[in-house]
């Protein structure tokens, strides 16, 4: 691995890559603040391989005049409130930049972050899904429109920029709705773990947001139903709430639903299966995912 501070760099795994990180910059409102707030909170921090791992990072903060720590660790999963050290897995071969949110005396925040290059994916945990993060045209290409109803519906796939994830948007009116699908190899008897980061910005109102796994390609025309591998609708999650996160935080099972598998995958017989995506509703109907994921479990 290889580690540059500014113009200084050490060579410590060749399957990863550490870059340089930006000033640390304090958010504040003017002025030099009233004697209660301070300015001077420490953002850097380090990333070195867990026990030499190659997707196993340990990142520490340098912790000097900090009351508290937000990470985000470029993988497209939502910004978290952690310790000054923190422990995190990066299965897939990709470069990440990791965001350190150093909190000060008065709440000032500094900033720091460092881009990494993981090498080499985890051969068991490994993501399933290509295009997964949506990050580009040939992200996109992965996916496939299903047309489940004519018209009242739409799901658009929109790349990111800078090298940032994209998003799928799936709009519904008139309880009309689409879909997008892509094959998944999966093995037997094997337990695989589904997730993807969801979000409504004005929240849902007769929505429905549904996962299925099925053994033949989806045709259009054709509605899909069954046991849920997650779901979220507005009915049993909630309803004209904004949100923000993992689907299985959000996944919800109650004794009228069927999302009973939790995100949980498992197939009797090896195979090629199709991972349909399917979203629709009457009004407030928005709903957008990224960094879609179906992975084994981790060495």
Known sequence: MKINFVKTSY??????????????????????????????????????????????????????????????????SPEFSGADQEFIFLP????????????????????????????????????????????NAD???QWTVLNISASGASVTLTPGTDGGSGKATFVGSGYQQKGIYQKVTLEADKEYKLDMVVSSTAGINETWFEIYLLNAQPVDGNDYGGDKILRLNSWDCGSNVP???????????????????????????????????????????VISATNFSLRGSAN
């Open 139 to 141: 992200d996109i290409a």
């Open 243 to 285: 949100f923000s996160g993992l689907l299985s935080d959000l996944n919800c099972d109650t004794a009228t639903g069927t999302a009973t598998k939790k995100g949980i995958v498992k197939v009797d017989t090896a195979g090629d299966y199709y991972l349909l995506i399917k979203s629709g509703g009457n009004q407030n109907s």
């Open 11 to 76: 060579v410590l795994l060749a399957s990863v890559v550490i870059g340089s990180f930006s000033a640390c910059s304090p958010d504040e409102t003017g002025g030099n603040g009233n004697g209660l707030a301070d300015p001077n909170a420490d953002a850097t921090f380090t990333v070195t391989p867990e026990n030499g791992s190659a997707n196993r990072m340990v990142l520490k903060a340098n912790g000097v005049n900090v009351t508290g720590h937000r990470w985000e660790i470029g993988d497209g």
């Open 92 to 135: 897939d071969a990709d470069t990440y930049t990791i965001t350190h949110k150093a909190i000060g005396r008065g709440g000032l925040v500094t900033t720091s972050t460092k881009t990494i290059t993981i090498a080499t994916s985890d051969l068991a945990a490994g993501n399933l899904i290509k295009g997964g993060k949506l990050k």
